[in-house]
């Protein structure tokens, strides 16, 4: 039966088409390979300008084309099926086998006869951690995580002192080297001297990481077959050691401490929330807060001193494992392997279960401005989703406009919320974390306003997108910004958006 089909593949005929110019009858042949691979469309396009042919034909030429090809098709298919049924009729081709083979492949194309898909070990450890969050046991699993947090801190802490310590004994070494350059030492001395430093430094750096992937790995192990073991035993009400297992015992956790040895500090925030309502006819509701606050404060955590872990982590737990995700947006550079700034302050916030942040380490492909990668958290204080967006130096310039690709990654990233339930999204309004001295007050408005105003339309976009869905935007401006600038900018919104307003009704007596 192969070769009967080879016969049919590949076969050349013509196209004739003849039409008439005034009194000049023209006559136009194009030799055609069957099966055509090509778009009709884009084939009677191409005749037409490689022939200059008139714009008074176009329309016939097309329609004769696509009738040629249709029917030249149909015909190889009949030479084909016939081949094929004679082929089963002279014995040449194994009935039964034939027929298992039909069967098959309508079985693997048709749903109804499709095998169910078996449940991942992910999905069930979702299942079941979202059980017990919702349970009394919440709180015992919020401490342990904790408490998982603060081991690998501490973990992180030790290691930032041995590299201070390796950087410190490495300059001074550096400095008596530098000073017997040129006496008894050459440059050929000082290179070697700082290829050896480089070399320790990352042994001392290789053998750090190695720890905190080992420990972190342990970690993870343990919490799962923990909570594993936790469900099943809420699943029997006569074991009597269940109390004890849920029982929390908050003096055995420690504060959480930064790698620097401060604890964490809360800082005072400013805060404007608004409602909006977008669309043409039918119209959605959004909520939308201006805050001033440090990024990483959504990625921290923290301790209240009276009452143990605080309610927006339990908050972030309760939701884990929902269609009402948290992200929030980091400007980062193109490097996605290195991990400095913001993105090493991120890093070290997310020290427990799920560190997927890490797994970019041996990847050194660089990405564009307006590109961005995802890492997933399930232990961060406020947030499930970080996106990853790469800027340049050119969003400190005043110029930018709705087409730069900063502008246009924020675009995407909020698609991306529409399609994985990410309904809370926090973004960094200026388009940076920091304020520097060329951010005067007429910079920050002239930003704020575009953002705000391509931020709308994205937004009024969404409706299309994930037909009309509730969200809230939080709009962050740095923490060094004045109270003067942070109240031009929340006078602003409303102006921009449309923000619902309360009606007062009095009945008249």
């Known amino acids: 039966m192969k070769k009967s089909i080879e016969r049919f593949c590949n076969r050349e005929r013509e196209f004739v088409y003849k039409f008439k110019v005034g009194s000049q009858c023209l006559e136009l042949k194009v030799p055609l390979k069957f099966p055509v691979q090509e778009n009709a469309s884009h084939l009677h396009g191409r005749l037409m300008l490689l022939h200059s042919l008139p714009c008074f034909i176009e329309k016939d030429l097309k329609e004769a084309l696509s ?67 919702h349970s009394p046991a919440s709180e015992t699993l919020l401490n342990l995580e904790h408490n998982y947090f603060v081991s690998i801190s501490e973990l ?29 030492l050459t440059d050929q ?42 469900h099943q035993d809420l699943k029997n009400p006569n074991n009597s050691s269940l109390s004890e297992e849920i029982k929390v015992q908050p003096s055995q956790f420690r504060e959480s401490v930064e790698a620097n040895g401060r604890i964490y500090e809360e800082q005072r925030k400013l805060e404007e ?32 001193h009276r009452s143990g872990v605080k309610l927006h982590r339990l908050q972030t737990a309760l939701s884990l494992y929902s269609t009402s995700l948290c992200g929030l947006v980091l400007l980062v550079d193109n490097r996605i392997n290195s991990y400095s700034g913001i993105k090493r302050d991120s890093g070290n916030r997310n020290g427990g279960i799920d560190d997927k942040a890490k797994n970019a380490d041996r990847n050194y492909l660089n ?56 309904t809370t999204i926090s973004i960094p309004l200026l388009l940076v974390h920091d304020m520097s001295e060329e951010m005067t007050i007429p910079w920050c ?10 931020v709308k339309g994205f937004m009024m976009e969404m409706a299309s997108w994930d037909g009309g869905i509730s969200r809230t935007v939080q709009f962050l401006v740095p923490q060094s910004i004045s109270e003067e600038m942070f109240y031009q900018l929340s006078n602003m919104l409303p102006q921009i958006f449309r923000v619902s307003s309360t009606l007062t009704l009095t009945s008249k007596h």
């Not at 992180?156 to 080297?177: H, S, T, W």
């Not at 001392?204 to 594993?228: C, G, R």
């Open 445 to 454: 408005l002239r930003r704020a306003e575009l953002v705000f105003k391509c």
């Open 67 to 133: 009738q040629f090809i249709e029917e030249e098709s149909l015909r190889d298919y009949d030479r084909d099926a016939e081949a094929s049924l004679e082929a089963v009729k002279s014995g040449e081709v194994d009935l039964h086998q034939l027929a298992s083979s039909w069967a098959k492949a309508y079985a693997e194309t048709t749903l109804e006869h499709a095998r169910p898909e078996e449940p991942s070990w992910d999905e069930d450890f979702a299942d079941v951690y979202h059980d017990l969050i």
């Open 367 to 422: 990405i564009l401005p307006g590109e961005f990668y995802i890492t997933r958290h399930s232990n961060l204080s406020e947030i499930h989703v970080a996106f990853h967006l790469c800027v340049d130096d050119n969003v400190k310039s005043g110029n930018i406009t709705a087409r730069d690709p900063a502008i246009m990654g924020l675009r995407n990233i909020l698609k991306v919320c529409c399609t994985h339930d990410i």
């Open 273 to 304: 929330s608004f409602t909006i309502h977008l669309g043409a006819q039918l119209k959605t509701m959004h909520n939308l807060r201006l805050l001033r606050a440090d990024m990483l404060d959504f990625c921290k955590h923290k301790r209240n």
């Open 189 to 230: 001395d000082v290179n070697s001297l700082a290829a050896q430093h480089f070399e320790s430094q990352q042994d001392l750096e290789n053998k750090w990481s190695n720890e905190l992937k080992q420990s972190t790995a342990i970690q993870k192990q343990e919490y799962q077959e923990w909570v594993i073991k936790l």
């Open 156 to 184: 992180i802490g030790e290691r930032d002192v041995e590299l201070k310590k390796l950087r410190e004994r490495q300059g001074i070494e550096m400095e008596k080297v530098m000073q017997e350059l040129g006496k008894s």
